[in-house]
């Protein structure tokens, strides 16, 4: 690689980093007044510890990725440390991101125990294959290595070198996006039942049943994107794609899952609920009958 392209290539790395920090604070601070009000002042529940762990935990991988990518040197010896590091912090983010689907569902189906058990059990797997993929795919250094460019003595930076090709990752993706499609099923299954109840009583259907089951639908393109990008990473991409590819998987997973989650809650707020001093996990507003549902809007007329 030329000095001319060494310097581009820096100049991409210094430009997406600066992108993805502007990304991931610039929604932070869009996002902050609503955490305020749905999650500090609110009762805590399972989903509100899930919450906080996809948001806080999100920024900082995000930000720890952005400042590697380019902003600031690390020499060759940290390099490979930092690149496992937030190798393995992506794992832990997905798998709390799917932890929030299966909570969704064992909602949807009435909290249903067998079917979370069942859930369970299939994603336990998922975590055993997240291990394994960090351990053999990015921790050996016969598979990935850093490498020093200097461009001059003054400017340096380091590289990530993939001696194998993308086929391991791809497979290792598949179960990954089968266990994926199995929860878009489910969601998509409850949600046609419910309509099917709702057509059958002659009352609209429920607005928390729609919003799950959209955004299930919405995460699996998500994750989709993501293990096809990710993917992309080990064929050898040119430095401008694989810089776009890493803006993506650097801030929108982190910023797409807590919206997600939050927006429940401000709709759940902005509704005519008898429920709105409990916390939307502990309320019966998606599960209830429509008789209630229908009690309760008349309560407030």
């Not at 336990?124 to 291990?131: E, K, N, Q």
């Not at 795919?137 to 290595?145: D, G, K, Q, T, V």
């Not at 194998?164 to 179960?175: F, R």
């Not at 430095?239 to 998987?249: E, T, Y």
Request: some cysteine; overall charge negative.
């Amino acid at each position: 690689m030329s000095e001319l392209e060494l310097k581009e290539s820096l100049d991409w790395n210094n430009n997406i980093s600066v992108a993805a920090m502007a990304l991931i604070s610039y929604d932070y601070m869009l996002q902050f007044e609503k955490e305020v009000t749905f999650v500090w002042g609110r009762p805590w529940s399972v989903m509100t510890h899930l919450y906080l762990a996809v948001r806080y935990f999100g920024i900082l991988v995000a930000i720890t990725c952005a400042s590697w990518g380019g902003l600031f040197y690390i020499s060759e010896a940290v390099s490979h440390g930092m690149f496992l590091l937030m190798q393995w912090s992506f794992s832990v983010y997905f798998c709390l991101a799917e932890i929030i689907l299966i909570w969704r569902l064992y909602a949807l189906y009435n909290q249903s125990r067998p079917l979370l058990h069942i859930l369970v059990g299939f994603f336990i797997p998922i975590v055993a294959l997240y291990i394994a993929v960090d351990a053999i795919l990015w921790s050996r250094p016969e598979a990935i290595s850093m490498q020093e460019q200097v461009i001059t003595p003054d400017i340096k930076y380091c590289t990530t070198s993939f001696h194998i090709g993308p086929m391991p990752a791809i497979y290792a993706s598949i179960p990954v996006i089968c266990f994926d499609i199995f929860l878009v099923v489910l969601a998509i299954a409850a949600l046609g039942k419910h309509l099917k109840e709702r057509r059958g009583l002659g009352v609209r259907p429920n607005v928390y049943v729609i919003m799950i089951v959209r955004y299930h639908v919405l995460y699996f393109i998500l994750n989709l994107a993501s293990q096809i990008f990710m993917a992309m990473l080990w064929a050898g991409i040119p430095p401008v794609a694989r810089d776009l590819v890493l803006l993506f998987n650097n801030t929108v997973p982190f910023i797409i899952v807590p919206r997600l989650i939050i927006n429940i809650w401000e709709t759940h707020a902005n509704d005519n609920c008898v429920h709105i001093s409990t916390t939307f996990e502990d309320c019966i507003c998606f599960t209830s009958p429509p008789e209630l549902e229908q009690r309760e809007m008349g309560s407030f007329a």
